[in-house]
């Protein structure tokens, strides 16, 4: 089977500094993959690069076997690679059903008509619905979102990239700043995500990383450490290492 | 009904609910059209008001919507005035077919410079559009032998509108044609700022970066949005040079664009009414202002602006509210 | 040739001077302030009353007007700015278009609309060769004196106390202020000498520039391409901007009398397009 996102010898540099340093990970379609690492890892230039925000170096990215390693930013949504923010991109003044309803017309390629309302075509009502009700959303649909608790403003982070109909989703750091309150309502959002959307989560909060993954890869400074199942990661004494704080350097 | 379609529904009827029509507009278009009818003397008054009213909606299409800071909108404006102004004297007297081709010109205009206002911060945009002001007003004094340079282009003839009727000296052909104009221009608008494209200018607004997230192309939308103000404020331009029959080269200037500025924070943004009630509201303080001290009119533009700001337009605009409640709350 | 590179120089000088300020508070506050342009035409006024009127030399009050425009801009940061930093751009650009109305008025009400000039010292009206080229002695001293103060200011922020705390400031408000620096106090004495730096320029330009109630508004696209084509990051880039915009203004005018008016705009266009940011430009906020 074809992989649903693949890098191969990803390089990023910065003058000297090697920020992403020969990175080949393969997402296999429908995977829960997670990215773990200490601050500094190059998560963040590796999150960049695969959108488009940076262009490598060096190396190519394919999405279901189609090199995007110089698509722009749009085409690559528009083939189908959305991510989520670590610190939340929304529209303050929007209610999640507009944010919903804007993002699923642009899906459906209605974005540009200019004379027609939005939502008069029954199936953004209906797309956008679907959204809401996986995230439990459509109890506050109509508010404004700067409103909202944080906790469903981190959910409609990830409803907003759901409605974009990604075939592969980017996560970062879903659970970033949610008080232990609303944490189990992220934990939900995570597990409504539709099992055929390949995910890969960056997330520093190990107890979600190991619930939800069914791979892990993990990155320090700038290079992959080792990729394997929770287990052997969990039992690895390279990472335990890393993360109890001897090769903090990264 | 099932749970889905409930909430189908009510997701449907919450989308068209923001661009319902509403009783007070409504009331709004029915008070235009009968003030044609009940105040005939003030035809010429009403035209301006209803132009400039257009021109405020342009940039609120810019500000309001586009989220972009233009000191320079004034340079469309005047360049619609001439365009319309020179299109009469070389021929293309039919006042419609004038518009049109005010609005063609005008769009290419706004299309060829929106690309300086997609670049840099707030800085640059009001260094842009203020030098394209400039620019535009310098060019226009310059080539005094199209433009008539300080004197102003004079004697504009249009011709008969729909091949009908003659521009009267009252006004009331004129005003009768801004008021049609403009409701049809309005309707475009209100149905463009409620499509699928008009929401994703507002996103650009609220956070590019999420909008460029969710696949829409920023930078494109922005072009459109800039052409399509730009060739709405030539439009206004253009409907002032037919029903006044002359264009200055004061249309350009700074004082206009700020002006304008002023009439859409006292109208407000972002509904498309603003510009219009913003524009009556003006005119209605300028005369007020006028009756009692003719001079130094720009000082009280002025404390307007810092009042503005400082106090806020919400406690400003809803005085008169308060003060009313308050009344009766004592009654 | 060389004389119009010459006056070119003193214009762009005399336009960094009075536009410097401007960088500071944009870099400093995150501010779009307008009504710069008001604190030189200040500075000019103050000088015109003091030489013309009260008969004053020409050396006291420039010092004069440096402190006067100060004292306005302190006054007005204080009263009125300190509640404009957090509003939106929008909002300032209609708070500082707001002043810039009052002020002219407010000059035209006080002292008429008619353009004035300063009476300088007979010494600093001549014209004298160097070298084959024809220098104008008034524009010699606007050299030496924004030259001197062009590197002084340099000196100050590159050096100083004062100059590292504003560095601090403008690179981080919240770290600079959990540093212990009173960050308030760093942006009260930099919109003031800014302020006063603007009005002695316009007292060193009132002549060559023209004064009428009308300056604010006539050189306010001057002292945004200033610092728009600058950037905001430090005192090298304005002042090559201004330069290069002077020279560039003097010498359209001069050798293309039809379209001179036109050269700084499209030299700007042309900057923009290839470096958005500016010459010198870190990312604006």
């Known amino acids: 089977m074809r992989a649903a996102l693949e890098t191969r010898h990803l390089v990023r540099r910065f003058g000297g500094l090697v920020a992403t340093n020969d990175v080949s990970i393969t997402l296999a379609p429908g995977a829960r993959h997670a990215l773990i690492g200490p601050n500094g890892a190059g998560k963040t230039t590796l999150i960049n690069l695969l959108t ?90 109509n508010r404004p979102t700067a409103s909202l608790p944080y906790g469903k403003q981190r959910l409609l982070e990830i409803a907003v990239a759901i409605a974009c109909g990604p075939r592969v989703l980017l996560l970062d750091e879903p659970a970033a700043g949610v008080p232990e309150g609303e944490r189990g309502e992220i934990m939900d959002g995570l597990a409504a995500l539709p099992a055929d959307v390949t995910v890969l989560l960056i997330e520093h909060d190990m107890d979600l990383v190991f619930r939800f993954a069914d791979r892990i890869s993990v990155l320090v400074a700038g290079g992959l450490l080792l990729e394997g199942s929770p287990a052997e990661v969990a039992e690895d004494p390279r990472v335990r290492a890393v993360y109890l704080g001897d090769a903090g350097h990264g | 009904m099932s749970a889905r379609e409930q909430n189908i529904a009510a997701a449907s009827q919450a989308l068209a609910e923001t661009s319902r029509v509403k009783p007070a507009e409504i009331v709004f278009w029915l008070a235009a059209l009968a003030s044609f009818f009940l105040l005939p003397e003030q035809h010429l008054l009403l035209s301006e008001v209803l132009i400039t009213g257009l021109f405020a909606l342009s940039l609120d299409l810019v500000l309001g919507y586009g989220g972009i800071v233009s000191l320079g909108h004034a340079a469309f404006f005047g360049f619609g005035c001439y365009a319309a102004g020179l299109a009469t004297k070389h021929g293309v007297t039919d006042p419609l077919l004038g518009l049109a081709l005010v609005a063609v010109l005008t769009g290419a205009l706004g299309f060829a410079t929106s690309f300086l206002v ?181 000082f009280w533009i002025g404390l307007l602006l810092v009042s503005f700001v400082l106090i806020g337009r919400e406690r400003i605009v809803g005085l008169p509210g308060l003060v009313w409640r308050r009344l009766r709350g004592r009654a | 040739m060389l004389t119009n590179l010459f006056d070119g120089v003193a214009y762009g000088m005399l336009l960094f001077v009075m536009a410097c300020g401007l960088s500071v508070t944009l870099g400093l506050m995150n501010l779009i302030n307008l009504a710069h342009g008001a604190f030189a035409m200040a500075g000019g006024y103050v000088t015109v009353i003091l030489v013309n009127r009260l008969g004053v030399p020409f050396f006291a009050a420039l010092p004069l007007a440096f402190v006067a425009s100060a004292l306005i801009g302190l006054a007005l940061e204080r009263t009125l700015y300190v509640h404009v930093y957090r509003k939106s751009h929008l909002e300032q650009v209609l708070f500082s278009i707001g002043l810039v109305f009052m002020a002219m008025s407010g000059v035209t009400y006080t002292l008429g609309s008619q353009q004035v000039f300063v009476h300088l010292p007979a010494f600093l009206s001549q014209r004298f060769d160097v070298f084959g080229v024809s220098v104008g002695a008034y524009r010699l001293f606007i050299i030496v004196v924004c030259g001197v103060l062009a590197a002084a200011l340099q000196f100050a922020v590159a050096r100083t106390r004062f100059g590292s705390r504003l560095r601090a400031a403008v690179d981080d408000p919240v770290v600079a202020r959990g540093l212990g620096i009173n960050v308030n106090l760093v942006f009260a004495v930099t919109f003031a000498v800014g302020s006063g730096l603007a009005g002695l320029g316009g007292a060193l330009g009132a002549e060559l520039l023209g004064l009428d109630p009308s300056f604010p508004v006539k050189f306010m696209v001057y002292f945004l391409i200033v610092v728009a084509v600058g950037g905001s990051a430090g005192m090298t880039g304005p002042l090559v901007a201004a330069l290069l915009l002077g020279v560039a203004d003097v010498s359209g005018k001069y050798y293309l009398p039809q379209f001179g008016a036109f050269i700084i705009y499209v030299l700007m266009i042309v900057v923009l397009l290839w470096r958005p940011q500016g010459l010198f430009g870190r990312a604006a906020r």
Not at chain 2, 122 to 141: W, Y
Not at chain 2, 239 to 267: C, K, M, N, Y
């Open chain 2, 118 to 298: 997609l670049r840099g911060s707030d800085l640059t945009r009001i260094m842009v559009t203020l030098s394209v002001g400039v620019l535009m007003g310098e060019l226009a004094n310059r080539m005094a032998w199209l433009t008539g340079g300080a004197d102003g282009l004079q004697g504009v003839a249009p011709g008969l509108l729909l091949g009908r009727f003659e521009f009267d000296i009252f006004g009331q052909v004129a005003y009768a044609y801004t008021l049609c104009v403009a409701f049809v221009l309005f309707v475009l608008a209100r149905r463009f700022v409620h499509s699928p494209f008009g929401w994703s200018v507002r996103a650009v607004k609220e956070n590019a970066l999420r909008t460029s997230a969710i696949g829409i192309p920023v930078n494109r939308r922005l072009v459109v949005v800039y052409t399509l103000a730009a060739a709405y404020a030539g439009i206004a331009g253009g409907l002032l040079t037919q029903t006044t029959q002359f264009a200055s080269l004061d249309l350009f200037s700074f004082h206009r664009s700020a002006d304008l500025l002023l009439i859409l924070i006292i109208g407000g943004t972002g509904y498309l009414y603003g510009g219009l009630i913003g524009a009556l509201v003006f005119k209605l303080i300028q005369d007020a202002i006028a009756n009692v001290t003719p001079q130094y009119w720009e």
């Open chain 1, 52 to 141: 488009g925000v940076l262009t490598p170096s060096s190396g190519t990215i394919s999405l279901h076997g189609v090199d995007i390693s110089a698509a722009s930013r749009s085409r690559r949504v528009a083939l189908g690679l959305v991510r989520t923010f670590q610190i939340n991109q929304l529209f303050p003044g929007f209610t999640p059903l507009q944010t919903v309803g804007l993002a699923v017309s642009r899906r459906l390629g209605l974005d540009r008509h200019m004379f027609r309302r939005i939502g008069s075509d029954r199936r953004v009502v209906e797309g956008s619905v679907d959204v809401l009700e996986r995230f439990d959303l459509m109890s506050v649909m």
